[in-house]
């Protein structure tokens, strides 16, 4: 009989045996198919705290993350909220959960407590690691041991109405750091002050904290600005209206200085800031945001017949004669001007030419300008080149509509209206016709003559005269001209002086030179005289110069024109100031 009992002891001891086999075996496996141990990080830290967090700054060694990092206080109570902050104090990760903490780096553990210690524990793998354990020691302060923490303070700044300041409102900047503040003003304002933590510090445009470690204000304040006009003349002969340190202005305000010549001057100039503004008699600041500056020029009203080289001026300019010349010279018409005006041969030949009306030229060949010294000619109004193969010599500026058949354009024209042409007109090779309207060729028009027309939204004007033709000279007093030996009449002579009302020579006369007439109310009349001819001024600022002599020399200056009625007479051209010693005996 088999005892049942001895056998189960057996079996069951086998299978132990079998147990312990197989558990060996398990172990022996989960030993072999490990990996192998990790490297054990590296990692130097400050640890502090206050009264609500400890810090552990990252001060070298390798990186941390957070799931192969366990932290614990006093040694075993889990810390609250971990924050990852940047080297500058500013929060990277709320809570930390991914980021690496490495060198320059602060955890900010959340801790109501008082801890005792902090511990750090690197988790890698299957295996723990104590990295540090630092130990809190109760100070003076009642801060935790070991360097102050890193920490943030709150810059607040702020502006006051006029300005900004940036960064503005509560800045957060890191224990130790430093913050900078621009400050800036609206237009029409300034930088009154700057207030940091109660000192006045200035107008200053911006303001930098450094190696904060506390609390800061800053406040700025504005003011509004306010300018002034210095209005002022430069060397007498007029007036200016207000005049000296105007103001004070407020931003965007205006105001208008009146400029006025007195008698015998004209307005030369008006400079705002620097930059001519022209003969203006009125000029407006309308909004004034800055000091200016604003001077009035005048010149005597005779100036400008030397500056410009005045040669003839007046309402109207009839010429039978044979030329015109006046190189170097400016002619000024202050009417129009057409065919019947000038003899059909004659040769207008003044480099500058200026009318102010409409210019109708149609048969003949009288032309316009100088051919070996060109300048400009300037017409106010419309300008006609018909019927007639004349040369025009000089950059010409028309304020209207210009017409062109048979002229010769040397230079260049400019148009600020629309152009009509005809079938025969000739263009240098350098010369175009600049327009602003529009262009009316015939059909099939001449393609080198069109390529040359070039349609502009704006073109150059006239600028011979700033502020528009100066108005003629006046008269001096009756004592002055008879100081300086001028008799009311006299046979027309070399060296002639008068000065009266009027004055006429109507037969035949030897040349006469350097003679100057003075018409203060009516015309001057100097005919008959064949073949003779005179030479000096003839000035009738109230009336007419009519000539009938084989030739004139000088400045013929009227308000209603000059009349050549002699056909062969030649006009020529002399500087006024060539007639007298000194601009003191200039007779206006």
Known sequence: MVDEKGVSEIIGAIL????????????????????????????????????????????????????????????????????????????????????????????????????????????????????????????????????????????????????????????????????????????????????????????????????VQEDHTIHTTFAPNTFYIDASVDGGGGTMDPSGNQGPYNCHDNETFSITADLGYIIQDVVVDGISQGAVSTYTFDDIVKNYTIVAYF????????????????????FDGSIIDGPGATVIITGGLDTTDINAGALSAASNIYIDGNVDLDTGSAGLGYSSQPGSICVNGDLTLWRGSRNIYGDVYVDGDFSLKDARIHDNVYVDGDVTLDWTPWLAEDAYIFYTGWLYPPNNYDQDILSKCIKLSSVPGCDMFDGGIPPLPSVRTDDWYTARGYVSGGSLASNLKIFADGYSSTTWKESAYNVIII??????????????????????????????????????????????????????????????????????
């Open 16 to 211: 132990l045996v079998s147990l312990v086999i197989l558990g060996a075996m398990i172990v022996a496996v989960l030993f072999l198919s490990q990996p192998p141990p990790q490297e054990i990080p590296q990692v130097n830290a400050i640890a502090g705290n206050n009264t609500t967090h400890i810090f552990l700054l990252h001060d070298g060694g390798d990186p941390l993350r957070p799931l192969e990092t366990i932290i614990r206080i006093d040694g075993g109570r889990d810390p609250g909220t971990i924050e990852l902050l940047r080297e500058d104090g500013t929060v990277e990760e709320s809570p930390w959960t991914s980021g690496e903490w490495s060198v320059g780096k602060t955890l900010r553990i959340r801790d109501d407590q008082t801890p005792q210690s902090v511990t750090l524990v690197y988790s890698g793998g299957s295996s723990q690691a104590l990295l540090l354990t630092s130990t809190f020691v109760e100070t003076s302060s009642g801060g935790g041991g070991g360097p102050e923490p890193p920490d943030s303070w709150t810059i607040t700044a702020s502006a006051g109405p006029g300005g900004s300041i940036s960064p503005s409102g509560s800045v957060q900047v890191p224990d130790g750091g430093s913050q900078s503040f621009s400050i800036s003003p609206y237009e029409c304002y300034s930088i009154a002050n700057v207030v940091v933590d109660g000192s006045d510090l200035g107008a200053i445009p911006s303001y930098q904290f450094t190696n």
């Open 299 to 318: 010149s005597p009203e005779s100036n400008f017949i030397i500056d410009k080289n005045v040669f003839i001026y007046g309402n109207d300019l009839k």
């Open 519 to 588: 018409a203060r109310s009516g015309d001057i009349t100097l005919t008959g005289l064949g073949s003779s001819g005179v030479t000096g001024v003839l000035f009738a600022p109230n009336g007419r110069v009519i000539f009938n002599g084989g030739f004139f020399t000088g400045v013929v200056l009227t308000r209603d024109g000059f009349f050549v009625t002699s056909g062969g007479t030649d006009v020529t051209f002399r500087n006024f100031e060539e007639f007298f010693s000194s601009p003191d005996d200039y007779p206006f």
